[in-house]
């Protein structure tokens, strides 16, 4: 975006209707430096790359033009424009006021935006621990990121439908490798990113996330099976289970799982994995009880629910 002053542009557009007038005579008209308005005497501006703004006009390329419109539009978010073309927000955002667009909105989409003012349902239990292991929180920029691989990207549909969402919003990228696509949702709303900040998670990726401890119990084993969906792992071979994160909701996870399960027993099954900790659990018998206890409601990862599966063909 190039700014260029009024004057300027009233001074060629007086050429462009009185070709006779000179170069000097036309800038000392105007107050412009002449070897100034030689520069842009020849200069072709296009109508609709020319804003203007504040007393002044604007030239955009057809790059930041294509953004404006996908932005206005509502095909693309922030964060997109970032990743596509470059921009920062809040220089995209000196973009949108010179072309007379609101900013205020950030990805004005049709969804639920009192998602987690309450957490009242398995579903609202359920996603609220798969987000805190799995989710990505920007509490600077207010919004959640939800990213799959390709294997998982029917969980995104689910998340859709609890969040009243349409599938259209589902965004695809490339994860470091090219040939390994993945998969997000992303929602912009204060409220959303500040209910998930009462329940206990940070921004970004930390090991400083807090289990909600206000959950009614019936809940508790959806709000672990959401946790293990994001961050646990379930052997593809042996009976060997686990789940890795903060020591706060490891910690949470054990008192509930010493409670629930007979066979735990009372020793701890914390263990250090390099600057995370983790649970592993590989005694068949428990792995079981555990699974019994835990992987069997209403919503859950279908890839580690195909794995519980095939290990029951097993027993």
Not at 24 to 52: M, P, Q, V, W
Not at 56 to 85: H, M, T, V
Not at 307 to 315: A, D, E, I, P, T
């Amino acid at each position: 975006m190039k700014k260029i002053k009024k004057n300027i542009i009233d001074a060629i557009n007086y050429i462009k209707k009185n070709p006779d007038k000179s170069i000097t005579d036309t800038a000392k008209l105007f107050n412009i430096d002449r070897h100034t308005l030689s520069k842009y005497k020849n200069y072709n501006f296009k109508e609709e790359y020319l804003f203007y703004y504040n007393d002044d006009y604007y030239i955009l390329d057809e790059k930041e033009l294509e953004a404006i419109r996908l932005y206005k539009n509502e095909q693309i978010n922030f964060s997109d424009i970032k990743n596509k073309y470059g921009y920062k927000q809040e220089t995209f955002k000196k973009k949108l006021l010179v072309c007379k667009i609101s900013s205020d909105r950030k990805y004005n989409v049709n969804f639920d935006r009192n998602l987690f003012s309450e957490i009242k349902t398995s579903q609202d239990s359920y996603w609220l621990g798969f987000i805190l292991a799995d989710g990505y929180l920007n509490t600077q920029r207010n919004f959640l990121r939800i990213k799959l691989g390709k294997d998982d990207k029917n969980h995104l549909f689910k998340f859709c439908d609890y969040a009243k969402l349409d599938y259209r919003y589902i965004k695809t990228d490339l994860n470091g490798v090219k040939t390994k696509k993945t998969y997000y949702i992303e929602l912009s709303s204060k409220n959303i990113v500040d209910n998930l900040v009462k329940c206990g998670l940070f921004q970004g990726k930390s090991l400083n996330e807090k289990p909600y401890l206000n959950l009614n119990q019936n809940l508790t084993r959806d709000y672990i099976r959401g946790i293990w969906d994001g961050d646990g792992w379930i052997s593809k071979k042996g009976f060997r289970i686990g789940v890795c994160g903060s020591i706060d909701v490891l910690i949470y996870i054990e008192n509930y799982l010493k409670k629930e399960c007979s066979l735990y027993g009372k020793k701890s099954r914390i263990y250090n994995h390099g600057k995370i900790k983790k649970i592993d659990i590989n005694n068949k018998d428990l792995v079981i009880q555990i699974l019994d206890k835990i992987y069997f409601g209403q919503t859950h990862l279908d890839r580690k629910y195909n794995l519980v599966k095939n290990l029951y063909c097993r027993v």
